[in-house]
């Protein structure tokens, strides 16, 4: 079996869905779909519940009954057939009063997730609809019966294999499932969710449940990039890469993916094949546990940065310092990404300047704090693991003319992390462009 996800994008219109089911009926496989919201869907829901948060009763019903509207008019583009016609506004008037009777409730968490999780009720019952008035058969799966998360609201993938393979196995003879991303039960039944952008996390979850061959993500964009290309011109879409180089790109706004999404399927061994849906017939990117190539695979970066330098004189021959400073962003539940240190002092990096001012004040019992802002961790992920000579001499040659304030290499086989000032930053991903990709002989190959 394989599994399919498809994003808020891919079933954003009419249009949209019909490429979906397209590529679905294609598949040839058994498989399981997996869905997103329509885009847009989730945070309209979310602003329905700010609105009941805030006792806007007449702003959360204009927004839900706006919602509507939209989704009557993608029924009417979508089916070809009054009848279908019909049973879709059944179920999205059935849908659409279950919300407005929501709006009613007092908020809390419950009615919060509970509101969140109709915009994948809602995509999941369409498209499924859809493939029915096609004469294609599927059988819809919701979510809420197997995709189980702890107290911690962490996923228990050995419950949620033990509740999905029945599903599955009663259903032999099916060949297409349908089920919805994000949302998931506690072990007490309430409707959780596995925060924004937790879809590929629910495909990755089913596709080590079931034992899937291959994960397939579908999006709008042509796999991973080895740059960025709002900024680099001739990036290309990068064919192959390892789950541990996915990894660390994934922290540096490679958005394609929900960070946490590749363990499971990493753990499992199964292939994540990249793809859009708006060009199948392009390659996409297969992210899996070994990779032919070494060396460079992609270069990302990551703004809004904060340095954080810490002198201490006492620091000198002294043990202990390092664990007292950590334990300042501990307490301010701030996570640290970069760290470099000397004899007598550590600069470390954050991206999350909501504690800042605490944090300051506590290290400043430590030693001398500086700080600066705006900074952009430029990152060159690939696998450096045979440690050749020449590869930081290649990075440090591209970057020749940019100031660099931090460098961190052999924190992971994977990974080379460059700190620059943000002024800094497009010029630095063209240098490392040109001084990393331009050969003639990388294993990388255009596809535009
Ligand atoms: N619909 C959810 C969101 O917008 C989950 C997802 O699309 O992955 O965050
Ligand atoms: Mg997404």
């Known amino acids: 079996m394989v599994v399919l996800k498809f994003g808020g994008t891919s079933v954003g219109s009419a249009k949209n869905i019909k490429k979906v089911v397209e590529i679905i009926t294609n598949t040839p496989q058994k498989k399981v779909v997996v869905l997103s919201a329509v885009s847009g869907t989730t945070n309209t829901l979310?602003?329905?519940?700010?609105?009941?948060?805030?006792?806007?009763?007449?702003?959360?019903?204009?927004?839900?009954?706006?919602?509507?509207?939209?989704?009557?008019?993608?029924?009417?583009?979508?089916?070809?057939?009054?009848?279908?016609?019909?049973?879709?506004?059944?179920?999205?008037?059935?849908?659409?009063?279950?919300?407005?009777?929501?709006?009613?409730?007092?908020?809390?968490?419950?009615?919060?997730?509970?509101?969140?999780?109709?915009?994948?009720?809602?995509?999941?019952?369409?498209?499924?609809?859809?493939?029915?008035?096609?004469?294609?058969?599927?059988?819809?799966?919701?979510?809420?019966?197997?995709?189980?998360?702890?107290?911690?609201?962490?996923?228990?993938?050995?419950?949620?294999?033990?509740?999905?393979?029945?599903?599955?196995?009663?259903?032999?003879?099916?060949?297409?499932?349908?089920?919805?991303?994000?949302?998931?039960?506690?072990?007490?039944?309430?409707?959780?969710?596995?925060?924004?952008?937790?879809?590929?996390?629910t495909a990755s979850l089913i596709g080590a449940a079931i034992g899937a061959r291959e994960i397939q993500i579908?999006?709008?964009?042509?796999?991973?990039?080895?740059?960025?290309?709002?900024?680099?011109?001739?990036?290309?879409?990068?064919?192959?890469?390892?789950?541990?180089?996915?990894?660390?790109?994934?922290y540096f706004g490679a958005k394609i993916l929900h960070p946490q999404s590749l363990i499971p399927a990493k753990e499992n061994n199964i292939p994540v094949l990249l793809k859009n849906t708006f060009n199948p017939l392009s390659k996409g990117t297969i992210i899996k546990n070994k990779t032919a190539h070494k060396g460079f695979t992609a270069v990302a970066a990551k703004d809004g940065i904060t340095v954080l330098k810490i002198k201490s004189y006492r620091m000198l021959m002294a043990y202990g310092f390092l664990k007292k400073v950590f334990e300042v962003f501990e307490k301010n539940q701030t996570?640290?990404?970069?760290?470099?240190?000397?004899?007598?002092?550590?600069?470390?990096?954050?991206?999350?300047?909501?504690?800042?001012n605490k944090i300051i004040s506590e290290l400043q019992q430590y030693g001398k704090v500086e700080v600066d802002y705006n900074l952009t961790i430029v990152c060159v992920a690939g696998d450096f693991s045979e440690n050749k000579e020449g590869t930081t001499t290649k990075v440090f040659n591209a970057l020749k003319n940019i100031p660099i304030r931090m460098v961190s290499y052999g924190g992971s086989n994977y990974n080379i992390s460059l700190l620059v000032k943000n002024s800094d930053k497009i010029t630095a991903l063209k240098a490392l462009n040109e001084g990393l990709f331009e050969e003639k002989n990388l294993l990388l190959e255009a596809t535009w």
């Open 335 to 356: 996570s640290i990404d970069m760290i470099t240190t000397s004899e007598v002092a550590v600069s470390l990096t954050i991206d999350n300047n909501l504690k800042i």
């Open 46 to 201: 979310m602003q329905i519940f700010k609105a009941i948060e805030q006792n806007k009763e007449q702003e959360s019903v204009a927004l839900t009954s706006n919602l509507k509207v939209s989704y009557l008019s993608l029924i009417d583009e979508l089916f070809r057939t009054n009848r279908y016609r019909k049973k879709a506004s059944v179920f999205i008037n059935k849908e659409f009063n279950f919300l407005l009777q929501q709006l009613k409730k007092a908020a809390n968490l419950l009615l919060e997730n509970t509101i969140l999780a109709q915009g994948e009720i809602l995509s999941t019952n369409l498209v499924q609809l859809y493939l029915e008035e096609r004469c294609v058969s599927t059988r819809l799966i919701s979510a809420l019966d197997f995709m189980e998360v702890g107290t911690d609201n962490e996923p228990n993938a050995l419950k949620i294999k033990e509740n999905i393979l029945p599903i599955i196995n009663q259903n032999n003879d099916e060949k297409i499932f349908i089920t919805q991303g994000f949302i998931c039960k506690k072990n007490n039944g309430d409707i959780s969710n596995l925060k924004r952008g937790g879809s590929d996390y």
């Open 218 to 250: 579908w999006t709008d964009i042509n796999g991973m990039h080895n740059n960025d290309p709002r900024f680099v011109e001739n990036t290309f879409s990068i064919e192959e890469i390892s789950f541990d180089e996915a990894a660390e790109l994934a």
